[in-house]
């Protein structure tokens, strides 16, 4: 009888463990071949900007180097700005602003002292990425003309490479897929033309 009994449970285990397989819960692959956890992240990525900040590459530093001229006025950020001057924006138009690896200066900026700095040997950073345009409108309220849906745009900060602080001045930079640049000053946005390929 208790041999009987033995056999029995003998049998009842390995019945068992051939059920449950290694113990481990079987894994859903996704059609996409990506883990949710990843599939998450790269929706995250796109709907989101990051905002790590991280030094120039040097695609970008050759695009982003040199003199450039204040082109044209884009139009204004949903924000209302008093110092925006609108509806034609800051006189800026004409004006040059020079961005190179050992100086950043924008003491061509003719008629607002304002918005005139110098700073030798800055830190240039991207401050956010945003991989298309829904994702840079959710972040900064622009509105850039002729902005592409899949359109990667970098915000550049510039700063004092001791201090981490930002220039004085009201001026900030979007690179768009290295072929654009951008100024917004306050709630105006200007596009910007170079004039001169020199970097330092």
């Known amino acids: 009888m208790k041999k009987e009994i033995g056999v029995l449970m003998l049998s009842c285990i390995v019945f068992l463990s051939g059920c449950g397989g290694s113990g481990n819960p079987a894994s859903v692959m996704q059609g996409s071949g990506e883990s949710p956890s990843k599939q998450v992240t790269t929706q995250q990525n796109n709907e989101y900007c990051s905002l790590e900040r991280t030094s120039l590459d040097s695609e970008t530093e050759k695009y982003f180097y040199g003199t450039w001229n204040v082109e044209k006025l884009l139009g204004f950020a949903n924000s209302y700005n008093d110092a925006s001057e609108y509806p034609t924006g800051q006189k800026f138009i004409g004006d040059e602003i020079i961005i190179k690896k050992d100086l950043f200066s924008s003491k061509g900026i003719k008629n607002y002292s304002r918005y005139q700095t110098e700073l030798r040997n800055p830190l240039y950073e991207f401050t956010a990425t945003c991989n298309n345009s829904d994702s840079f409108y959710r972040l900064y309220k622009l509105d850039i003309p002729n902005l ?15 201090t981490k602080i930002s220039i004085p001045v009201s001026l900030s930079f979007f690179v768009v897929n290295n072929e654009k640049l951008i ?7 200007f596009e910007l033309k170079k004039i001169s390929d020199k970097i330092n």
């Open 148 to 162: 592409n849906k899949n359109d990667v745009v970098k915000a550049i900060g510039v700063s004092n490479p001791s």
């Open 183 to 189: 100024l917004l000053s306050e709630a105006t946005i």
